[in-house]
Every structure is written in structure tokens, then in C-alpha cells.
């Protein structure tokens, strides 16, 4: 429906006026297919092609799963619950994982900004850290700690560590010199720098940090539950892959996307009520 401004406009019979009311309404159509309606269409369209595919080649279950399949898989595991309970596991120990990674990443980046010294002294360990596969550390993580959740916690701490810290160091150093020489004229403590300027300006670099790790947050504690654990969605694929049920394994592939998706977006939102200024400025073209 045409606005009334818009719909005065076309009965008073103004061609241009007409023209641009009716651009004007089709905008809120145009934007919804192309966030809703196109994407849909496409997975519509893969989901048909690959059904289509399984039927004509009859492609063994076992090697590849049918959509419908797979859909069949999933629906049972929700409905017993089996999938409820292990994926709200797996998302505490990324969760908790996360969070524990993010805070020392942040601590130990603003304190290597700040200090300089300590770059010197702590960074190269934490790159020698980083280097090392997370696989190989998960082993030692069960034999240090156990077979418990807190092992698998550690190992998404670790994952979700690097990320951060980056970003954070990058964020902090990237502001202007110019802006420092000024709040140093006006005598600002080191703590109202870092308070007013040096961090609210880190903060797009941090949330870019955070967005990455809280993805990989996902994959360390399914790597966690792989090497030993008795619960979670990493030890439900594994049991799929061992009794050759691949349409339930593909069905967890799809809870892990579902999870992974949600913390994403969770974290996006959280994303766009701190950092408002960016969306602000995107409007305005700046």
C-alpha cells in the first residue's frame, strides 16, 4: 500500500511524483526478497537439486544422505530430547569456553598495549601457544583434568584466546597520535585515556576479534569432546560415524550451524547496541 503523501501525489496526477511513489513502495518489497526471499529460493532450489541427485544416481545412505533423510534424523533426535541435552552441553562448554578466552585475551592485550615491555615478555609465548595444533592439546587437557567438562572449557579458552587478543592489541594501538599528543597537553591520566579515547575506539576492533572466536569457541569444543567425553554433540557424531548412521551425523552438522549461527548473530546484536556509532555512520555514508 502507497503512503497517503504518496497516494495523494499519483491522484492529483503528477507523472514524476507518481513514478517516484511507486519506486518508493516497491523498496520495502525489494528489501525483503532480497533478505528472505532470495536466500530461501537458493536453498530451496540446492535442497531439490541434491534430492533429485540421490534419487537418480541412487547414491548410497551411507555415503551421501538424502535431505529428506537427513530431515527424518533430525526430527527424531529432537523429539526424544537426545539432541536438547547434549547440545546444551556442548554450547556451555562453548559458552563458558568463550567467555574465559575473551577476558584474558582482553586483559593480557590491553596490558601488552599499555606496557610495552610486556610485549616483549609475554607475546612470543603466546604465539608459540597459538602455533601449537589445539588436537594435540586436548589429549593432555583430559589427562591433566580429566574426562570432565572442565577440560573441554580449557581447550575452547585456548581457541577463543588468540582472536582476541589480536584484535584487541590492534584496536587499542590504531588510534590517532594526534588525539594522544592532545589529552597529553591537557594532562589526561593514563587511565582517562584509555578510558575515554583508546578503548571506545578498540571496541569495532574487539567485537571483530570476538566474532571469530566465538565460532571457533564452537569447533574447540567439539574437538574437545572428540578426543574423550561421553556427552555432548561431539561425542553424538562420533557414535554416528562409528555405527555408519550419516544422515544423524549430518543432522548434528546441522545443530552445530544452528548453534553456531545464533551465537553469532547474539553476538552481532550485542555488537550493534555497543558500537551504535558505526551503523550510524554507515546510514550517513560516511
Known amino acids: 500500500m502507497l503512503p497517503g503523501r504518496a497516494m495523494d501525489q499519483v491522484l492529483t496526477g503528477d507523472k514524476a511524483a507518481e513514478a517516484g511513489a511507486l519506486v518508493t513502495a516497491e523498496q520495502p518489497n525489494r528489501r525483503l526478497w532480497a533478505r528472505f526471499g532470495m536466500p530461501l529460493t537458493v536453498f530451496v532450489c540446492l535442497m531439490g537439486s541434491w534430492e533429485a541427485l540421490i534419487w537418480l544416481l541412487d547414491v548410497p545412505g551411507f555415503l551421501v544422505p538424502a535431505p529428506s533423510a537427513i530431515v527424518q534424523a533430525l526430527w527424531s533426535g529432537l ?9 546444551a552441553v556442548t554450547m556451555f562448554e562453548a559458552v563458558v569456553g568463550f567467555a ?13 598495549v599499555v606496557f610495552p615491555t610486556m610485549e616483549r615478555i609475554v607475546y612470543p609465548y603466546v604465539v608459540a601457544l597459538q602455533t601449537v595444533p589445539k588436537v594435540a592439546i586436548a589429549p593432555l587437557m583430559v589427562v591433566w583434568f580429566g574426562f570432565g567438562i572442565t577440560s573441554k572449557i580449557l581447550v575452547v579458552a585456548l581457541v577463543s584466546l588468540f582472536p582476541v587478543l589480536v584484535n584487541v592489541m ?18 589526561a591520566s593514563r587511565w582517562q585515556i584509555f578510558r575515554y579515547v583508546r578503548f571506545p575506539n578498540a571496541l569495532p576492533f574487539i567485537f571483530a576479534g570476538l566474532n571469530t572466536a566465538i565460532v571457533l569457541a564452537v569447533i574447540g569444543a567439539i574437538v574437545a569432546e572428540f578426543v574423550g567425553s561421553n556427552y555432548g554433540l561431539g561425542f553424538l557424531i562420533l557414535q554416528a560415524n562409528y555405527q555408519l548412521d550419516i544422515a544423524g551425523a549430518f543432522s ?6 544452528v548453534m553456531g549461527v545464533a551465537l553469532h548473530g547474539s553476538l552481532k546484536w550485542l555488537e550493534r547496541r555497543c558500537v551504535f556509532w558505526i551503523n550510524i555512520e554507515a546510514r550517513n555514508g560516511l
Do not use: E, K, N
Open 79 to 87: 523429539v526424544t530430547g537426545l539432541y536438547f541435552s547434549h547440545a
Open 100 to 112: 574465559i578466552g575473551s577476558l584474558l585475551g582482553l586483559a593480557l592485550g590491553t596490558v601488552i
Open 170 to 187: 590492534a584496536g587499542l594501538r590504531s588510534i590517532d597520535q594526534d588525539r594522544l599528543d592532545l589529552l597529553g597537553a591537557l594532562a
Open 252 to 257: 548434528l552438522f546441522v545443530v552445530l550451524s
